[in-house]
């Protein structure tokens, strides 16, 4: 836990929650792009070639849902998913 997340909690800002979307976008990101990688390379790649990107496909979108499982978490756990400003 990094130092001065109790003051940002308490001030109605989650870096936790921060990190946690940050990591998700990633996730999705690469998840997006592994998707785009495997649908160019079909057809072309060999199916070895294919399984592993495949498989790599499959990974990216596991940890992009355990992320977004993360940040659902920390939100309904820490309801800092209501912002002051709304
Ligand atoms: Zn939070």
Redesign the pocket.
């Known amino acids: 836990m990094p130092l001065g997340y109790a003051v940002y909690?308490s001030a109605g800002h989650?870096a936790?929650?921060d990190r946690l979307l940050l990591e998700y976008r990633q996730a999705a990101d690469q998840y997006a792009a592994a998707v785009a990688e495997l649908s160019r390379r079909i057809g072309i790649s060999s199916l070895d070639d294919y399984q592993k990107l495949h498989q790599a496909a499959e990974s990216a979108r596991i940890r992009s849902n355990e992320a977004r499982d993360r940040l659902a978490r920390?939100?309904a756990?820490?309801?800092?998913d209501i912002s002051k400003a709304s």
């Open positions: 909690m989650c936790e929650k920390q939100i756990e820490h309801h800092c």
